[in-house]
């Protein structure tokens, strides 16, 4: 049985018998994008329509169900060039669906690692969680897939890998200096600013290291690296290094009670349903996603809420419907979903996402709507829209009395 190993972390590789393959994907952005967002779901089924906003996002695709067709076809066909029988099946369909092969025998270094920081996490023996800590140091050979950073979906994930990878970091820091171990400081010191040349703490670890074993000019250099990279203080000297870590070292300790101080102070995020807020608020949110929306294509939907009541309704019923609407649009919209009260009669809802385009859930408020009771009619109706990257606000209608645009004098 062939061996296949999927490499994630510094750049993206596929080898198969320790041979690296497909070299091809290199020349589709997309086919690799594919591969890359399937192999990380860590083979769960993928509806078409994710792919399409994942892959597309805010670009505009005739017909992007047969542009997936073919980018998948693409890709077998690289498969079958190369003969790589071992990958014939690593992509299954299903009616709407895609998926990694969750049967397919391969090892992806990204799962290592999140198998190693789990059992890091829980184990006791320190001389076998420091172990942990030093296959994640080898494991991790950069940030998360570096020529897609930028993706919505590749940044959170790099993010918490890359927390794990700095927690066995600094326990490796702290052990060797307890040791006296300055040899391997400098050795994991140095590998660490190869994978990210600005972090201030490695500089300061390593010139203390370099002092204590003598190398005074190489201690130098080092401080004049941090200092050109901008993460070091101009007025650090090697000297000086000790009384800098010590700071550095008590930061980064208060750093993590601040951290967690802060999450806890923050609203539940289980919470469910929409988020109802000021309609002052609302307009900062929806200034912000229309902020993702330029930099990262996140599709936006913006809906209008209606409540037309008929003209014997009196002004406390009609209060009473609308705390009644909004209510069911809080319980009934997702929670990424905001909703503000626009007028007396309306409110505002943002929808962000995959299936903000979708209009059931507000029929399904309809419903249930008409279903309260009440002693006047009142008729709900709702209108959607999606404002696009980059598109201007309309102009307000003018009125119909416009002045002549040449007056006789």
């Not at 792919?51 to 079958?80: K, V």
């Not at 290094?241 to 999450?263: F, G, H, S, V, Y």
């Given at each position: 049985m062939?061996?296949?190993?999927?490499?994630?972390?510094?750049?993206?590789?596929?080898?198969?018998?320790?041979?690296?393959?497909?070299?091809?994907?290199?020349?589709?952005?997309?086919a690799?994008?594919?591969?890359?967002y399937?192999?990380?779901?860590?083979?769960?089924?993928v509806?078409?329509?994710?792919?399409?906003?994942?892959?597309?996002?805010?670009e505009?695709?005739?017909?992007?169900?047969?542009?997936?067709?073919?980018?998948?076809?693409?890709?077998?066909?690289?498969?079958?060039q190369?003969?790589?029988?071992?990958?014939?099946?690593?992509?299954?369909?299903?009616?709407?669906?895609?998926?990694?092969?969750?049967?397919?025998?391969?090892?992806?270094?990204v799962?290592?690692?999140?198998?190693?920081?789990?059992?890091?996490?829980q184990?006791?023996?320190?001389?076998?969680?420091?172990?942990?800590?030093?296959?994640?140091?080898?494991?991790?050979?950069?940030r998360?897939l570096?020529?897609?950073?930028?993706?919505?979906?590749?940044?959170?994930?790099?993010?918490?890998?890359h927390?794990?990878?700095r927690?066995?970091?600094?326990?490796?820091?702290e052990?060797?200096?307890?040791?006296?171990d300055?040899e391997r400081?400098?050795a994991l010191?140095e590998?660490?600013l190869?994978?990210?040349?600005?972090?201030?703490?490695?500089?300061?670890?390593?010139?203390?290291?370099l002092?204590?074993?003598?190398?005074?000019?190489?201690?130098?250099l080092?401080?004049?690296?941090?200092?050109?990279?901008?993460?070091?203080?101009?007025?650090i000297?090697?000297?000086?290094?000790?009384?800098?870590?010590?700071?550095?070292?008590k930061?980064?300790?208060?750093?993590?009670?601040?951290?967690?101080?802060?999450?806890?102070?923050?609203?539940?995020?289980?919470?469910?349903?929409?988020?109802?807020?000021?309609?002052?608020?609302?307009?900062?949110i929806?200034?912000?996603?229309r902020?993702?929306?330029?930099?990262?294509?996140?599709?936006?939907f913006?809906?209008?809420?209606?409540?037309t009541?008929?003209?014997s309704?009196?002004?406390?019923?009609?209060?009473?419907?609308?705390?009644?609407?909004?209510?069911?649009?809080?319980?009934g919209?997702?929670?990424?979903?905001?909703?503000?009260?626009y007028?007396?009669?309306?409110?505002?809802?943002?929808?962000?996402?995959t299936?903000?385009?979708?209009?059931?859930?507000?029929?399904?408020?309809?419903?249930?709507?008409?279903?309260?009771?009440?002693?006047?009619?009142?008729?709900?109706?709702?209108?959607?829209?999606a404002?696009?990257?980059?598109?201007?606000?309309?102009?307000?209608?003018?009125?119909?009395a416009?002045?002549?645009?040449?007056?006789?004098?």
């Amino acid at each position: 049985m062939a061996t296949i190993e999927i490499f994630m972390l510094g750049n993206f590789e596929i080898r198969v018998d320790g041979q690296p393959v497909l070299a091809q994907l290199n020349q589709s952005r997309k086919a690799t994008a594919l591969v890359q967002y399937l192999v990380l779901q860590r083979g769960a089924p993928v509806p078409h329509k994710v792919l399409i906003d994942t892959l597309w996002g805010g670009e505009r695709c005739a017909n992007p169900d047969m542009a997936l067709r073919a980018i998948l076809h693409r890709f077998r066909s690289m498969i079958s060039q190369e003969q790589l029988t071992a990958l014939e099946s690593c992509i299954l369909t299903s009616r709407g669906c895609y998926q990694w092969n969750p049967n397919l025998a391969c090892t992806v270094d990204v799962f290592q690692l999140e198998d190693l920081a789990a059992a890091a996490e829980q184990c006791e023996d320190p001389d076998k969680r420091l172990e942990h800590y030093q296959q994640i140091e080898t494991l991790y050979r950069g940030r998360l897939l570096p020529l897609s950073a930028s993706e919505p979906w590749v940044e959170s994930i790099a993010m918490h890998l890359h927390a794990y990878y700095r927690t066995a970091m600094l326990a490796l820091l702290e052990h060797y200096r307890k040791q006296g171990d300055s040899e391997r400081l400098v050795a994991l010191c140095e590998r660490g600013l190869e994978k990210n040349p600005r972090v201030e703490r490695l500089y300061l670890e390593l010139i203390m290291a370099l002092e204590d074993l003598g190398r005074h000019s190489d201690a130098q250099l080092a401080a004049r690296r941090g200092r050109a990279a901008g993460c070091l203080h101009h007025a650090i000297e090697p000297r000086q290094a000790a009384t800098a870590w010590r700071q550095a070292r008590k930061a980064d300790r208060n750093m993590e009670n601040d951290m967690a101080r802060l999450i806890t102070a923050l609203p539940d995020q289980e919470a469910d349903g929409a988020m109802l807020c000021s309609f002052e608020t609302f307009g900062e949110i929806y200034r912000m996603q229309r902020g993702l929306q330029a930099q990262y294509g996140v599709p936006i939907f913006l809906a209008l809420l209606t409540l037309t009541p008929t003209r014997s309704a009196d002004a406390a019923e009609t209060e009473r419907m609308m705390t009644a609407l909004g209510e069911l649009i809080h319980t009934g919209m997702r929670r990424c979903d905001v909703a503000a009260r626009y007028s007396d009669t309306q409110y505002a809802l943002l929808m962000c996402g995959t299936g903000g385009e979708d209009s059931a859930p507000l029929e399904h408020i309809k419903q249930a709507f008409y279903r309260i009771p009440t002693r006047e009619r009142y008729l709900m109706n709702y209108r959607v829209c999606a404002p696009r990257a980059g598109q201007k606000k309309p102009r307000a209608r003018r009125a119909r009395a416009v002045r002549k645009t040449k007056e006789t004098v």
